[in-house]
């Protein structure tokens, strides 16, 4: 049937359908394959560009923790002889934290589990975070529930040396 159509058409005719059909595909090609691929490769390359340099600003931000770990194993010198155990209970009575503070008591060789009721969440935090930071002590758990009153929490935190 195409054949037939196609041969009733004189010369000048099916030539000019033929770069008529040439230049469709062509554009259609472009319109539909290369133009998108071209476009995804662009961002693409945006997108490649964005994870390396967040790659470049984490290499350098472990390098920081690295430093800060190292200063926080550091101070575990500072402690004065004190054991965990003693640790733990003087620093959260410095915290503020000793009326709330109901037990301290070994789990292991290195490892303590404090027992606070109706404790200030922010205090707790604030506590744990100058373990860390000022004794090189590790938080290796921590849960808590609601207590009486806004920002209270009965709460129970396993230290641990590293």
């Known amino acids: 049937m195409i054949r037939q159509w196609w041969s009733q058409r004189d010369l000048r005719e099916q030539r000019v359908l033929l770069v008529g059909g040439v230049a469709t595909a062509v554009l259609l090609g472009w319109a539909m394959i290369w133009h998108p ?3 995804s490769v ?7 560009a964005a994870q390396e340099a967040d790659f470049e600003q984490m290499r350098s931000q472990a ?3 690295a430093q800060l770990r190292g200063q926080g194993a550091r101070a575990k010198v500072d402690r004065q ?3 965990l155990l003693a640790l733990a209970d003087a620093t959260a009575r410095g915290a503020q934290l000793a009326n709330e503070m109901k037990r301290v008591e070994p789990v292991g060789p290195r490892t303590v589990r ?8 922010d205090a707790i935090a604030d506590w744990m975070e100058g373990l860390s930071r000022d004794f090189g002590v590790v938080v290796t758990g921590f849960s808590a529930d609601r207590g ?4 209270r929490v009965n709460a129970r935190v396993t230290l641990e040396e590293p």
């Not at 009486?148 to 920002?151: K, L, S």
């Open 37 to 39: 691929l071209s476009r």
């Open 42 to 48: 662009g961002e693409l390359k945006v997108r490649v």
């Open 63 to 65: 390098a920081r923790v």
């Open 81 to 83: 002889g004190k054991s």
């Open 114 to 121: 404090v027992s606070f009721e109706g404790a200030s969440f």
């Open 148 to 151: 009486e009153g806004a920002g």
